[in-house]
């Protein structure tokens, strides 16, 4: 008998984090932050305390009330007192290890919280990523997912009683278990133990994915963050398969395709599955976007800005093929940067960027007094690669520069020009928030005169939508409806368990006839098979 315990994804997307158990052990599938259950308390300025450990988190909801399996360090004065007559309350040791299935952080981030000799289990590429987003990142307390720097608590003067601070004795690196470990050069290994924001690092090399209890099978799948797999699992009832997220219309859609045929010869007793999508009937392919951008830059004269997600390297490259066939350069930020060069030490395809005649990085304008080794070695390395505002100022019919929202205060220092473009290739507002931040886009682009493309606009009727005639500028990470459907009869589970969806109904109602059992599992219950 297994039991899976869903501890987040059940009618949200994201923050997935499910607990399976067999006499062999207990795994977490993904063990990720739950941004919509944090903005039901939370915004930018009210924010779970650091200072107060798990304690904010596990009274609010926001982290399962599982004793033992989190960072002692963590753990202010009595805190599991007040937990153990709570519904869900387990004391739970001897965790195998998470099956992390990719880096964004709605599948990654509250690792950040867990015992630093839990192993993480991934691809080389989700490894390596997870620590680049957290060395260019902000090390907010709940992001720091490859390496953390321990809390202790200290009498500061004058107050009553102790506080918990950041000690300086240094980092810890958690133990990073990787599928591809042969492989890696030393250069490779040696980004893995480096520290970059932190004067020194407790390291741990990588290991190797053999050294878990379960027999275990990875399977890369095409996601929009490189690096994404599904998970196989080994069990006493038969194969798990968890899907993570995925997608057949990307790029690497062929990965995805064959994951689907090897997880069908499994014959797997259970396959949990996401289902973001389900809803969409088709998607747009990662070429089309190339065609529509291209279109729509090919006749700018003036600055272009493209706006697309963040780790989409993907997204990132068809600007980078637009920029060379438009005669532009792409004008990429520091992290991107990094991003790129730490890929490149797994996976020698992607550009050089002191190659690449037509990236450059652009610098931003105003900068830290001692800015972090990561961004000081971006710099030196590709020294003649830097752009300023002033050069993007004087040449804007030279550059596409990728900016998203959150970097529009380096406009005042560029000062476009009216009728400049700003391509949007990124999904339309999910939540108020982001509809928020969709109001002040547009009020930046009025205010500069920038023409939008491809933005979404919102209706009377408060919806948003991407004008007709410029649709097609974002391919999904997500597989449509129908391809999900695929997914899930070409596997032909005995169980299907729905995950990160806010309707797994869809899979009850168009599974009906395949023989195949869909199982709803409960917020924080369990399903044994
Ligand atoms: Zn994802």
């Given at each position: 008998?297994?039991?899976?315990?869903?501890?987040?994804?059940?009618?949200?997307?994201?923050?997935?984090?499910?607990?399976?158990?067999?006499?062999?052990?207990?795994?977490?599938?993904?063990?990720?932050?739950?941004?919509?259950?944090?903005?039901?308390?939370?915004?930018?300025?009210?924010?779970?305390?650091?200072?107060a450990g798990l304690l904010d988190l596990l009274v609010m909801g926001l982290l399962p009330h599982l004793e033992g399996i989190y960072r002692t360090d963590l753990e202010t004065g009595n805190l599991w007192q007040q937990f153990r007559r709570a519904e869900h309350y387990r004391k739970l040791e001897d965790i195998d290890g998470i099956l992390l299935t990719h880096a964004h952080l709605d599948h990654s981030g509250h690792i950040s919280f867990l015992r630093e000799d839990i192993s993480v289990y991934a691809t080389a590429t989700t490894a390596f990523i997870a620590k680049a987003i957290?060395?260019?990142?902000?090390?907010s307390f709940d992001q720091q997912v490859c390496y953390f720097t321990p809390r202790v608590e200290e009498c500061l003067k004058g107050w009553k009683q102790g506080a918990y601070v950041?000690?300086?004795?240094?980092g810890r690196q958690r133990r990073f278990c990787v599928a591809n470990k042969s492989g890696l050069s030393e250069e490779a290994e040696n980004f893995w133990e480096?520290?970059?924001?932190?004067k020194k690092l407790a390291s741990?090399?990588?290991?190797?994915?053999?050294?878990?209890?379960?027999?275990?099978?990875?399977?890369?799948?095409d996601h929009s963050i490189p690096g994404a797999c599904a998970w196989g699992i080994e069990t006493s009832s038969g194969w798990v398969v968890y899907s993570g997220d995925l997608r057949l219309h990307g790029k690497r859609g062929k990965l995805?395709?064959?994951?689907?045929?090897?997880?069908?010869?499994?014959?797997?007793?259970?396959?949990?599955?996401?289902?973001?999508n389900v809803g969409k009937a088709a998607n747009i392919a990662e070429e089309e976007v190339y065609e529509n951008a291209f279109k729509a830059i090919n006749d700018a004269r003036d600055l272009v800005i493209a706006d697309f997600p963040a780790r989409d390297v993907d997204r990132l490259l068809t600007f980078l093929q637009v920029a060379r066939d438009t005669k532009r350069k792409l004008a990429i930020l520091p992290r991107d940067a990094y991003l790129l060069k730490t890929m490149?030490?797994?996976?020698?395809?992607?550009?050089?960027?002191?190659?690449?005649?037509?990236?450059?990085?652009?610098?931003?304008?105003?900068?830290?007094?001692?800015?972090?080794?990561?961004?000081?070695?971006?710099?030196?390395?590709?020294?003649?690669?830097?752009?300023?505002?002033?050069?993007?100022?004087?040449?804007?019919?030279?550059?596409?520069?990728?900016?998203?929202?959150?970097?529009?205060?380096?406009?005042?220092?560029?000062?476009?020009?009216?009728g400049s473009l700003y391509v949007f290739s990124s999904s339309e507002p999910h939540n108020e928030e982001q509809a928020m931040d969709f109001r002040r886009l547009h009020n930046w682009l009025w205010r500069f005169g920038?023409?939008?493309?491809?933005?979404?606009?919102?209706?009377?009727?408060g919806t948003w939508e991407i004008p007709e005639e410029e649709k097609g500028l974002h391919a999904s990470g997500h597989a449509c409806g129908p391809d999900l459907l695929r997914v899930a009869s070409e596997i032909q589970p005995e169980v299907l368990i729905p995950v990160h969806s806010q309707e797994p109904e869809f899979y009850v109602d168009n599974l009906s006839d395949s023989g195949i059992n869909v199982i709803l599992p409960a917020a924080d219950g369990a399903v044994e098979i």
């Open positions: 008998m297994v039991k899976l315990t869903f501890y987040g994804g059940v009618g949200e997307i994201g923050g997935n984090k499910v607990l399976l158990e067999d006499d062999k052990g207990k795994l977490f599938l993904d063990f990720g932050y739950p941004y919509s259950k944090y903005r039901n308390f939370y915004e930018e300025y009210l924010k779970p305390r650091a200072g957290q060395d260019s990142g902000k090390a950041v000690s300086s004795g240094g480096r520290a970059t924001r932190q741990q090399p990588l290991d190797d994915i053999g050294k878990c209890n379960f027999n275990l099978r990875c399977f890369p799948v995805t395709e064959s994951m689907i045929k090897q997880a069908a010869q499994l014959h797997p007793r259970a396959l949990i599955l996401e289902g973001t490149r030490l797994l996976e020698p395809e992607i550009p050089d960027i002191a190659q690449e005649d037509s990236l450059v990085i652009y610098q931003e304008t105003t900068a830290a007094r001692s800015p972090d080794s990561w961004l000081r070695n971006i710099y030196q390395d590709y020294s003649n690669k830097i752009v300023l505002a002033k050069d993007v100022r004087s040449n804007q019919g030279d550059f596409i520069l990728c900016f998203s929202f959150w970097d529009l205060n380096e406009l005042p220092s560029i000062q476009p020009r009216a920038l023409r939008g493309f491809g933005l979404p606009v919102e209706r009377r009727n």
